[in-house]
């Protein structure tokens, strides 16, 4: 009996403690994981989303660059932190696609992480440069793609990654040839196209907002159901013939795997927040992303929906994990 009552009374103080140290999260700063190259649209959204939460957290929140490998370098680091709340990642379309074109992942999407929520979602926009292709104009790329002696170069971020299938599904459908150059990030890929080092490179409208706003990247054609507000004059594949690239770019953020299920609550209530903040919404919706939280069960669905997607599409065009 008094064993029994000792076993209590351990069991209750041990969960009075758990409980005041997620009350009392955070207690130091909080590092958000971005696994690409700053400058792109990922680096974009998390830096806007840190800003909001270190206000409304009372600590800050940090933005850990850590590319490589495309994308797998930050993500494996997230998958293997601690998993206490201070370490989050931002995951988005390529990690979907990865599984079906990388033939060994150091982490698995779906088994070591813990869904926090969604952020957004954006088209992806396929740019060239001014001097060879005027806006627009996708059905010129497709010509003389499939004319030229020498297949063209489209730049992709790395194998698996989101310009990757986009280039394999666009050459695939468009019924050409292209050579393949790997980058570390859309930011120095689209630098290229600018400056006529590679024919084009599908990228989100954030990614390349800069250089074209500086009239150095022509837009041909977005991927997805409906054309761009911010690029009205630039078709989506259908219109520009070619079908099977309705989708879109999406980011989420992702905890370790066994994350207390009371912190992620906090941090999903807390990006929420911050998404539908007006400063958020204003230096975001400019870019061509449409922010939207969710919650912990719909990103969950969400990804293991994307990632059976992806693998059927790897597979019709061709893509072998390597």
Do not use: C
């Amino acid at each position: 009996m008094l064993r029994s009552l000792t076993s209590l009374i351990v069991a209750a103080a041990l969960t009075a403690a758990t409980t005041m140290a997620h009350a009392a999260y955070p207690d130091k700063p909080v590092k958000l994981i971005v696994p690409w190259a700053p400058g792109g649209s990922t680096d974009a959204i998390a830096r806007a989303i840190a800003q909001r939460m270190s206000a409304t957290l009372g600590q800050s929140v940090i933005v850990d660059n850590r590319s490589g490998a495309s994308g797998q370098i930050g993500t494996d680091a997230a998958a293997k932190a601690a998993p206490d709340g201070y370490t989050l990642a931002i995951v988005e379309l390529p990690h979907a696609i990865q599984p079906a074109v990388v033939a060994k992942l150091p982490y698995d999407l779906l088994r070591d992480f813990t869904p926090v929520s969604l952020v957004g979602t954006s088209p992806l926009v396929l740019f060239a440069n001014p001097a060879e292709f005027k806006a627009g104009d996708a059905k010129a790329f497709v010509q003389r793609a499939r004319k030229t002696a020498a297949p063209l170069a489209i730049a992709h971020s790395g194998a698996g990654s989101s310009s990757h299938l986009a280039a394999e599904v666009f050459a695939s459908r468009g019924a050409f040839k292209y050579v393949a150059v790997p980058y570390r990030g859309s930011a120095p890929a689209l630098t290229d196209v600018a400056a006529g080092m590679v024919a084009a490179h599908f990228a989100t409208l954030a990614s390349g907002s800069s250089l074209y706003g500086a009239g150095k990247l022509s837009p041909l054609v977005v991927t997805g159901q409906v054309r761009l507000p911010a690029l009205p004059n630039v078709p989506t594949a259908r219109e520009a013939g070619i079908d099977g690239m309705d989708f879109n770019q999406w980011w989420a953020v992702v905890a370790p795997a066994t994350t207390p299920i009371e912190v992620v609550e906090r941090l999903r209530a807390e990006i929420a927040a911050a998404l539908a903040h007006p400063s958020t919404r204003e230096r975001l919706s400019t870019l061509g992303i449409d922010l939207k939280a969710s919650s912990r069960d719909e990103l969950r669905t969400f990804m293991r929906g994307e990632v059976a997607r992806w693998g059927a599409i790897a597979r019709q065009a061709g893509v072998k994990p390597e």
